[in-house]
């Protein structure tokens, strides 16, 4: 990975973070209390709303370049 995506990488992070966070403190500030309540938190976070979102891309992606290779 260049600099420059890691950079973008941990700033992307950091915005989805905070993201996350507000939204999860608006479901339940008192899981955020613990460190076990701030990781099944994260974990929450993560399955609902952010791997699906990889999933389709990593999907859309794929799609893309097998179409590539047959129209070769």
Known sequence: MTPEDQQKL?????????ILYRNAEAKNIKQLKTLEGIELAVRE??????????????SRQAVAQKQEKSDI
């Open 45 to 58: 976070q993560m399955i609902e709303n952010v791997s699906p979102k990889i999933g389709v891309f990593l």
């Open 10 to 18: 941990e700033e992307y992070c950091q915005g989805i973070a905070a």
